[in-house]
DNA sequence: ACCTGAACACCGTTCAAGT
DNA sequence: ACCTGAACACCGTTCAAGT
């Protein structure tokens, strides 16, 4: 039995907030309109007095978390000060799942990226590196943060799921031996590194010797 | 003016291909299975007695893509090998944009992903990497290259859109030059290192840079 | 401005039925 | 088995109207 709620008590916060609480708890792919307005208290209308579109709403649930991202630690070396803001920027996403779907989904305003970007950005250009190398290197961090991240989510959800795990075993089980020789045999590693803090900054520091290398 | 296909025509690969060029055609986000029954000829349930529902033709769709992984290039040293299968994969997503998008959003079942797999463990395993380290590598390999590509494909997206491109413009210039001080003053380095061959090569040369001073 | 209510043009999927 | 047709429980969004 929904109550309606009294007139001007609605703001784009509420609404934000109430959205990002839906993604979180029934996930992205099932959120609605109808359903944040019937949590609401208010017609699927008006909603539309704060945002043009779904897809609006997605674009402000989005830069509402990347506002989240911790600042960059001053007064550490380059190379920590780099592990710093991608641990922090895996960390969010670890946090609030739906991020990475809304990254990977959504086509990018611009606005809520440059957080990350000043924060990378900053550290490598005043560490020396050029203005090109710099600009490179963020996006390469960036987008590895990214992949890394999102898959790992994908195959934490999986693995919740007891339909899902099962499914995953079944099909690696099912691999021939002859057509997948070293994936049968490599097996039990795969299964250990496909997320994790480890695994996560395995590739991250492989990424942070290859730049150290270069300069 | 549908004409409708007679009995026993469909198959599954029908489906499969004629999804295949809806969701390339319009994109992902606006496929249906009644538009693809539409196509088809055929109502709606026919597509059921095929698949199960439509998260099943997405992974046959999935699968499918992925079966045109070329395969890998043999006595070759090491490190052209991953870049040879980091670059197949990439040039298939950037075939196909849609495989992006369905690697990132549909759980896995683990068969297709294999192919992938052995490409990558069976060139580091024999390459003489131990088997942890294989593993991990090949899983850093692999989201680096899903989310450097992805990352590729949504800006190339955006920027193809003019309303898109005239959004990143406006909300570029309209970042403040004191809280954003390195994304302003490399605004124009960033732009060119949004994607292309150059920009996935070099990060792909720095993990595998990493990888040598690392053995 | 803020919000409602009805309506439009869609969805995926179930179910019973036909061949 | 292969496919239809009607129906159910949803969607996002437009439009005219009310306060």
């Given at each position: 039995m ?6 001007n008590?609605l703001s784009s ?5 109430k ?5 979180e ?9 109808r359903a944040?307005a ?8 008006a909603?539309?007095t704060?945002f043009r ?7 402000a649930?989005r ?8 600042a ?9 000060q780099v592990r710093?803001?991608c641990?922090?920027l895996?960390?969010?996403?670890l ?11 959504r086509p990018?305003?611009?606005h809520e990226t440059a957080?990350v970007a000043?924060?990378?950005l ?11 190398i ?5 996006t ?12 790992e ?5 999986e ?7 099962r499914?995953?075993?079944?099909t690696?089980?099912?691999?021939s031996?002859?057509?997948?020789p070293?994936?049968v045999d490599l097996?039990?590693?795969?299964a250990?590194?496909?997320g994790?803090d480890?695994?996560f900054?395995y590739?991250l520091?492989?990424l942070?010797s ?5 300069s």
């Amino acid at each position: 039995m929904a109550t309606r709620t009294p007139r001007n008590s609605l703001s784009s916060e509420l609404i934000i907030s109430k959205a990002l609480e839906l993604m979180e708890g029934r996930g992205l792919d099932s959120f609605s309109l109808r359903a944040l307005a019937g949590e609401l208290g208010v017609g699927p209308m008006a909603i539309y007095t704060y945002f043009r579109n779904k897809d609006d709403l997605y674009d402000a649930v989005r830069d509402h978390l990347m506002g989240l991202l911790p600042a960059v630690p001053a007064g550490a070396a380059w190379p920590d000060q780099v592990r710093a803001v991608c641990r922090g920027l895996r960390r969010l996403m670890l946090q609030h799942p739906c991020l990475a779907q809304l990254l990977a989904s959504r086509p990018l305003s611009g606005h809520e990226t440059a957080r990350v970007a000043e924060g990378l950005l900053g550290v490598l250009h005043s560490a020396g590196f050029g203005r090109e190398i710099a600009a490179r290197t963020h996006t390469t961090l960036f987008t590895y943060v990214l992949g890394a991240t999102s898959w790992e989510i994908q195959m934490a959800t999986e693995q919740r799921d007891p339909e899902g795990l099962r499914r995953l075993r079944t099909t690696m089980e099912s691999l021939s031996a002859t057509e997948f020789p070293t994936v049968v045999d490599l097996a039990p590693e795969l299964a250990r590194t496909t997320g994790g803090d480890e695994q996560f900054d395995y590739g991250l520091d492989l990424l942070i010797s290859g730049l150290r290398t270069a300069s």
